[in-house]
C-alpha cells in the first residue's frame, strides 16, 4: 500500500519559516520524481516545486528564492523549506509522486500565514 504522509504546517507570522516533510512508504522512492503542490481556497491546485531522481530541482517562480526542495532517498523523504513566507503562501500543501503512469497523493497538510 502506497502511503506518502506530510507533515511540519502550521500558523506561521509573515515573513516566516516552515519546513514541510513528506514520507513515502510503499513505492521504489528513488524512481519517482517528488513534487509538491498546494491549493488555496477558491483556486485549482499549482505545482511548487518538484525534484527529479537526478537532483534536478523546479520551482514556481512565485516561490523561486524562498523555498527549496530536497529529498533524502535514504529516508524515503522530500522536504520543502519554505522562507520568507507571506499571505499568499496560505494553503493546503501536497505531495506528489510520479513515476511513468503511477501517480500519488499525500493528505495535505495546511500552511497559514498569518499575524
Known amino acids: 500500500q502506497v502511503q506518502l504522509v506530510e507533515s511540519g504546517g502550521g500558523l506561521v507570522q509573515p515573513g516566516g519559516s516552515l519546513r514541510l516533510s513528506c514520507a513515502a512508504s510503499?513505492?521504489?522512492?528513488?524512481?519517482?520524481?517528488m513534487g509538491w503542490y498546494r491549493q488555496a481556497p477558491g483556486n485549482e491546485r499549482e505545482l511548487v516545486a518538484d525534484?527529479?531522481?537526478?537532483?534536478?530541482?523546479n520551482y514556481a517562480d512565485s516561490v523561486k528564492g524562498r523555498f527549496t526542495i530536497s529529498r533524502d532517498n535514504a529516508k524515503n523523504t522530500v522536504f520543502l523549506q519554505m522562507n520568507s513566507l507571506n499571505f499568499e503562501d496560505t494553503a493546503v500543501y501536497y505531495c506528489n509522486a510520479v513515476y511513468q503512469n503511477y501517480y500519488y497523493w499525500g493528505q495535505g497538510t495546511q500552511v497559514t500565514v498569518s499575524s
Open positions: 525534484i527529479a531522481t537526478s537532483g534536478r530541482t
Open positions: 510503499g513505492i521504489r522512492f528513488n524512481w519517482y520524481t
